[in-house]
């Protein structure tokens, strides 16, 4: 299996939703919420990937090279409707990241969340199919990110041509404050800033 199998290539955008929301009509919907855990708990060992001395699951060879081979990653256990995944992500340029998941089980999952709390957000994600047969996944925030909505697009290469639809706003491609996990870290400090 090479790395290109575990590319993730999308651009980014802000939504205004201040009028009509198209993307909401006809679409699929999920209703998310992720947490994103520190980085410098998560160790492999062996074929095993570890939360302190929790075990979250089994890498492949694959994986574990993938891994090793990279320095900075970002965790996210996240909740896709009832179904929990194991997600890291390493990102290579602005709109490129090597991304690894992995199914975990419901106990496993909420005995990580009872050693948090971590950095969160909740979502409701719309996957739109454009004029040109492209998914766009249409995030919606909630809570304190209520009002927060973002778009993005997943792309077999970064020179690929996209039909923007008219409700997009300003392209956030690449910006690190705009993150789902910006997002989350900022609102665990006290003044809510970046």
């Known amino acids: 299996m090479s790395i290109k199998n575990h590319l993730e290539i999308e651009r980014r955008f802000l939504v205004d939703a201040r009028g009509d929301k198209p993307w909401r009509e006809p679409a699929d919907v999920v209703s998310i919420e ?11 060992r062996g074929d095993l990937l570890f939360f302190n ?7 492949s060879k694959d994986e574990l090279s993938l891994w090793m081979g990279h ?16 997600s890291v992500k390493s990102k290579q340029n602005k709109d490129t990241a090597i991304e690894l998941e992995w199914d975990v089980e419901g106990p496993v ?5 009872e050693l948090g709390p971590f950095p969160s ?27 927060v909505v973002l778009a993005e697009i997943e792309l077999g290469s ?37």
């Not at 992720?34 to 410098?40: A, C, E, F, G, S």
């Not at 001395?53 to 890498?59: G, H, K």
């Not at 909740?122 to 009002?147: H, M, N, P, S």
């Not at 705009?178 to 800033?193: E, I, K, Q, V, Y």
């Open 34 to 44: 992720q947490h994103y855990l520190p980085t410098d708990e998560i160790k492999a």
């Open 53 to 59: 001395d929790m075990i979250l699951t089994s890498l």
């Open 71 to 86: 320095e900075r990653w970002s965790v996210r256990l996240r909740m896709w409707n009832s179904h929990w995944i194991l």
């Open 109 to 113: 999952a909420h005995a990580v969340l």
């Open 121 to 147: 957000v909740q979502k409701t994600r719309y996957c739109w199919l454009g004029a040109d047969g492209k998914i766009w996944e249409v995030d919606e925030f909630e809570g304190r990110l209520a009002g």
């Open 158 to 194: 970064s020179d690929e041509a996209v039909l923007e639809p008219e409700w997009l706003g300003h392209e956030i491609t690449g910006l690190k404050s705009w993150s789902n996990s910006a997002l989350a870290s900022m609102l665990t400090r006290p003044d809510g800033l970046p």
